[in-house]
Nanobody
Framework: QVQLVESGGGLVQAGGSLRLSCAAS????????MGWFRQAPGKEREIVAA????????NYADSVKGRFTISRENTKNTVYLQMNSLQPEDTAVYSC??????????????????WGQGTQVTVSS
């Protein structure tokens, strides 16, 4: 079955950086677009970044544009999220998710199935 396992979260001061990883198994990884989501306490889950199956095309939510970078290594079945200039409002559980096969890097969360358990990111002020 599809498994997505995130890592790399932690506690960082405002202005700092973190790099999240998501290791995928049980799927033909290079077939699928992938996305990163986050959910803060008391808030709905939101998508922050998406990447096409080749990695050539990416898409970002306005709240993270210019600060976060999504990338992938299909030979390692892994998708990454580099997060720079972190702010306290970025505090959330971050999860990766599988998008559509041969799909665009969509920011519509209806295009995603199978989420990992997530990794906690906490940004202190």
């Amino acid at each position: 079955q599809v498994q997505l396992v995130e890592s790399g979260g932690g506690l960082v001061q405002a202005g700092g950086s973190l790099r999240l990883s998501c290791a995928a198994s049980g799927l033909s990884f290079s077939t699928y677009a992938m996305g990163w989501f986050r959910q803060a306490p008391g808030k709905e889950r939101e998508i922050v970044a998406a990447i096409s199956r080749s990695g050539i095309s990416t898409n970002y939510a306005d709240s993270v544009k210019g600060r976060f970078t999504i990338s992938r290594e299909n030979t390692k079945n892994t998708v990454y999220l580099q997060m720079n200039s972190l702010q306290p409002e970025d505090t959330a559980v971050y999860s990766c998710a599988r998008g559509r096969p041969y799909g665009d890097p969509s920011l519509d969360d209806r295009n995603y199935t199978y989420w990992g358990q997530g990794t906690q990111v906490t940004v202190s002020s």
